[in-house]
């Protein structure tokens, strides 16, 4: 965008006042755009940016750190200090933080509100303000805060447990070294005991849970609550997963063992949309000069996580499919007949922690590098629309032309990572589409991730490795849901059916969101649906709000057909940009054009939007 071109080349030659720029173009369809049309960029339009504030789950942490604000003013310094460390904090206690807070917060919540609503006049609108008020009330804000500490209480003890079964193997390898899981002999071709390696193994693992488990005490208490989007988070408006990784020591040929040496701890967070591929198993995450393959799959504590669904075959619809609970005859929701077949019933994992060990050699990486390596996944977004998200709609109905849309409040939406795109079988009937990807295989005890049982890997830990439990594997998908707001868009089907089409009248939405919101508003996406109805097949276009909740951008745009003033300003827009005067030119970054679809941009047609 030119406005973040000028501002990154602000800041050369701040020191002298001289400076050269160079632009690196590169083969890209967005690169080469501004590579024929430099004038786009260097002098491009820089729009002043707009302020959208009637957006209800943003505004609820906001509220949250307003009431901590209220919180700490309104009391001694000696009360509200917050403990500098995770390992400080006493979830349950009434006299430190964060009970002293809960106390106050419950007393003081409905005046601390009304407060907080008065500083934005009338930019929040009734419906808002009194969900503000509902969603304060009982144990209001401060219930998402203990449930965040208490789940990382129990994630430190839970490698507290870990630390204490490393030491209980080590010392009954030490009194019985028969009892070490057998290894292949170079020299003999035999599988035999190595108690000396599996020591060393068990040793490195020690070293790297403690960090873990260190590194979560020592964490802030702030930053665990924006980690988890209690508070705001600028850097993503959805919980976090996290990439733990154990980087082992190189081992030391002069010496005979493993290096042992001072290593930081190494972890990081993204938010789930981008970690359910990033974080996948088999990909290679970069990161801090890190070159960190993911190993393994967080499955809780005896494999807690593994949660059993049942996916209809020809619309969205899924539910949780306890094993004792005969299903249906049919899909609640399409009446489809394959519902209770035995290939709907799949397992999946809500995506909440991965884990990486590696050499820490082997993880050094060049940052420069331009090769790096990436899996690719098959993935699918399910948008299952329900008689509770109708919110209203508007229809236009002539012989020409069939056009509505539609306002879904409190929609549920997923998004499932079925595997790596390579990795395939005989094709399956889920959610309206031919899968063939067979999901992640994982060990059920230890959670580390195989290409086949034949050649499954485990932790040293794992009862497998040791011979005690019987080999236990599971196919899994990972996914993430959140509820949000949506508006779908009845369009002709041949409209739908038309690629180059599609993605004009995506590209033409986006315009005019940018023009209504005056910016880009980044966290609206636009997908499609196929709904099955009555025998026959209706297609949508989506829009929705990528934060959970929603921002309330989208509930703004059904007062008052805000769409129809979207569309307008699109056409206008359209119509009026300077490209229009070159016949060579089917569209530009001043109209339909835009980075974040920079990839369509071949199939993007000004004419057709």
Known sequence: RPANYLQRIGRAGRKTGNALIVGWAGGSPHDQYFFAQPEEMLRGQVAPPGCFLDAPEMLLRQLLAYALDCWAK???????????????????????????????????????????????GDEISPANADHLRLRSNGAGLAGPMKTAF?????????????????????????????????????????????????????????????????ELMMKYPLNVLADEGIIPNYAFPEPGVTLSALLKEPFDEEAGKIRKGQRRPVEYVR????????????????????????????????????????????????????????????????????????????????????LSVVDRVAASTAEDSEERDSESYGAAELIDVGPENWSGARLVQKPELVFGFELLQRQLL??????????????????????????????????????????????????????????????????????????????????????????????????????????????????????????????????????????GYLAELWKRDGLLEVLRLALDAMQGCRCVEDPSRDGCYRCVYAYQQSHEIPHISRSKA
């Not at 003999?188 to 960090?211: F, H, K, Q, T, V």
């Not at 059920?444 to 080999?471: F, I, M, W």
């Open 74 to 120: 309104e009391h001694g310094s000696s009360d509200v200090r917050l403990p500098a460390q995770m390992r400080l904090l006493r979830v349950d206690a009434e006299d430190t933080f964060p009970g002293h807070f809960w106390k106050f917060y419950q007393e003081h919540k409905a005046r601390i509100t009304e407060q907080f609503l008065e500083l934005f």
């Open 150 to 214: 208490t789940a990382v209480k129990e994630q430190i003890k839970r490698y507290g447990e870990e630390l204490k079964k490393i030491g209980q193997r080590i010392s009954a390898l030490e009194e019985d070294p028969t009892l070490a899981s057998p290894v292949l002999d170079e020299t003999s071709g035999e599988m035999r005991p190595d108690a000396a390696a599996e020591i060393e193994e068990l040793e490195d693992a020690r070293r790297g849970y403690r960090r873990l488990q260190l």
């Open 271 to 354: 938010s789930a949309s981008q970690a359910l591929r990033e974080f996948a198993p088999f990909n290679t995450f970069y990161a801090e000069g890190h070159k960190l393959r993911i190993s393994q799959v967080d499955l809780g504590s005896r494999a807690s996580a593994l949660e059993s669904w049942r996916i209809c075959a020809l619309c969205h619809y899924m539910e949780l499919a306890p094993l004792q609970v005969a299903p249906s005859r049919t899909c609640p929701r399409c009446g489809d007949t394959r519902w209770p077949d035995v290939g709907q019933r799949r397992t999946l994992v809500r995506f909440r922690r991965a």
């Open 414 to 551: 997923r998004e499932i990572n079925y595997g790596r795109r390579f990795d395939t079988a005989k094709p399956s009937p889920l959610a309206g589409s031919d899968v063939a990807q067979r999901g992640f295989l994982v060990c059920k005890l230890c959670g580390k991730v195989s290409e086949s049982e034949a050649k499954a890997q485990h932790t040293p830990l794992c009862g497998v490795r040791r011979k005690n439990d019987s080999p236990e594997f599971e196919r899994i998908f990972l996914y993430r849901e959140f509820r949000s707001e949506a508006i779908r868009l009845l369009l002709p089907i041949s409209q739908l059916e038309d690629q180059g089409l599609l993605l004009s009248m995506k590209a033409a939405l986006f315009l005019g969101f940018r023009k209504k919101f005056l910016g880009h508003p980044d966290h609206l996406a636009i997908t499609t649906l196929k709904e099955p109805r009555n025998g026959e097949v209706r297609q949508f276009l989506i829009v929705y709000d990528t934060v959970p909740g929603g921002t």
